[in-house]
């Protein structure tokens, strides 16, 4: 149970960068209609690929339009998503840190999977393929895993913690977490987090290819007829204050962040595990002072997977019970792709819109009900319906998982 003298962590600002568009609020839109953005890969190396498909930013999008040139230089692709996103959710907040001190009590905590990857594959293929004897001279700057965290702090001369989070398709989550925990015990009272990754690189998707979980036509979760995961790419940021600190000021309170579980099966490296799964369920129903009965929705992991999609649906019903039949579940990763590190954070855009607009987005592309999935999955259309608590599961390769309980605002 959660200990009452804790600081309450409410989220004021979000922001986005997904395959659904630019901005939060486009992410949201698309999810609701029950817009897929999965389609042809656009890659100069397509041809010598086996995936055909993924889920990408619009090719439109143009870094540019809000990073100084002199700052584009030293960026990587994953570090360009989150700056933009970063923008708009501090846009958002109202929150300005150039007239007091704040920013000395601002934490930024950014979480990645796998960090710079579009500079470490160019390098590399400068390197081992054109034979050069050079790489660009900031090729560490832009590859490092604290790149989007540093960068964001920079730009808005943040001078709180600021770290990145790197667990895998989890680190969102993780990074949310940890920045919730600071606000809660006082390290800091208002936190930048989220995830973001640009892995859609000639490396990363070989490699992918070679563990055969790769989907050939679409993401289609909890359906008989799935045939595996989708990737995709972008960013999801937040501004998380504590609740009096937002209160004073009059901010607009989108959510309040009101729980979190943690745990890791130590049991496979890529096999997931139910009872891992439930125990964060649980932990973060009990950090929240929830039942689950308060609960009306779960955005799951849901990757579309043979293994995740059953463990999922047993997890839910180990943690919930009976309640597990009377569950809004689904799946957004049908539309956006799986954004590895990035995932929990365009996912927390879902709840926060489902707890928002009393509208819960759909599972995509769920035509064949699988006996073994035998949850409410909202398929195929958003349903209207009040949202007084919901979940956003995370589990990632390593046995690692991280669960948000989010309320509507107060």
Same mark, same amino acid.
């Given at each position: 149970m959660r200990n009452p003298t804790m600081r309450r962590v409410a989220i004021t600002g979000m922001g986005a960068i997904s395959p659904l568009g630019v901005g939060a609020e486009a992410l949201w839109q698309g999810l609701r209609e029950g817009r897929s953005a999965i389609g042809p890969l656009r890659h100069p190396d397509a041809g010598r690929l086996r995936v055909k498909i993924a889920a990408q930013v619009p090719a439109n999008f143009d870094p540019a339009a809000q990073i100084d040139e002199r700052t584009l230089p030293l960026l990587d692709r994953t570090s360009e998503f989150a700056l933009h996103a970063a923008r708009e959710a501090i846009t958002q907040s109202g929150l300005d840190f150039s007239r007091n001190e704040l920013g000395l009590r601002t934490a930024v905590i950014v979480g990645t999977g796998v960090g710079g990857e579009t500079t470490q594959d160019e390098q590399s293929r400068r390197l081992y393929a054109d034979n050069a004897t050079r790489v660009h001279p900031l090729s560490i700057v832009r590859l490092m895993t604290n790149a989007s965290a540093s960068q964001i702090s920079i730009a808005w001369g943040l001078r709180g913690p600021t770290?990145?989070? @790197?667990?895998?398709?989890?680190?969102?989550?993780?990074?949310?977490?940890?920045? #919730?925990?600071?606000?809660?015990?006082?390290?800091?009272?208002?936190?930048?987090?989220?995830?973001?990754?640009?892995?859609?690189?000639?490396?990363?998707?070989? @490699?992918?290819?070679?563990?055969?979980?790769?989907?050939?036509?679409?993401?289609?979760?909890?359906?008989?007829?799935?045939?595996?995961?989708?990737?995709?790419?972008?960013?999801?940021?937040?501004?998380?204050?504590?609740?009096? $600190?937002? *209160?004073?000021?009059?901010?607009?309170?989108?959510?309040?962040?009101?729980?979190?579980?943690?745990?890791?099966?130590?049991?496979?490296?890529?096999?997931?595990?139910?009872?891992?799964?439930?125990?964060?369920?649980?932990?973060?129903?009990?950090?929240?002072?929830?039942?689950?009965?308060?609960?009306?929705?779960?955005?799951?992991?849901?990757?579309?997977? *043979?293994?995740?999609?059953?463990?999922?649906?047993?997890?839910?019903?180990?943690?919930?019970? @009976? $309640?597990?039949?009377?569950?809004?579940?689904?799946?957004?990763?049908?539309? $956006?792709?799986?954004?590895?590190? #990035?995932?929990?954070?365009?996912?927390?855009?879902?709840?926060?819109?489902?707890?928002?607009?009393? #509208?819960?987005?759909?599972?995509?592309?769920?035509?064949?009900?699988?006996?073994?999935?035998?949850?409410d999955y909202v398929p195929n259309v958003a349903r209207d319906m009040p949202v007084r608590a919901a979940l956003s599961n995370s589990f990632a390769f390593g046995g690692l998982n991280a669960v948000l309980a989010l309320k509507r605002a107060p």
């Open positions: 770290f990145a989070v @790197a667990s895998a398709c989890a680190s969102a989550n993780h990074a949310i977490i940890q920045a #919730a925990q600071m606000i809660r015990y006082g390290l800091a009272d208002v936190a930048i987090a989220g995830g973001t990754e640009a892995c859609l690189t000639y490396g990363a998707l070989r @490699a992918w290819e070679a563990m055969r979980v790769l989907a050939d036509d679409t993401c289609r979760p909890f359906s008989a007829n799935r045939h595996g995961l989708v990737l995709g790419e972008g960013a999801g940021i937040f501004v998380l204050e504590s609740m009096e $600190h937002a *209160q004073a000021r009059g901010a607009v309170i989108l959510a309040e962040l009101a729980g979190t579980g943690m745990t890791a099966d130590a049991t496979d490296i890529v096999m997931p595990s139910a009872t891992g799964a439930a125990a964060a369920m649980t932990q973060a129903l009990a950090d929240a002072g929830l039942t689950a009965q308060d609960v009306d929705y779960i955005n799951a992991h849901g990757t579309g997977t *043979q293994a995740n999609d059953v463990t999922e649906t047993k997890a839910i019903r180990l943690a919930f019970g @009976a $309640h597990a039949d009377r569950l809004a579940v689904s799946s957004t990763k049908s539309m $956006h792709g799986h954004a590895l590190g #990035a995932s929990g954070a365009l996912e927390l855009v879902a709840v926060v819109g489902a707890l928002r607009d009393s #509208a819960v987005p759909p599972t995509a592309n769920l035509d064949q009900p699988d006996p073994a999935c035998d949850l």
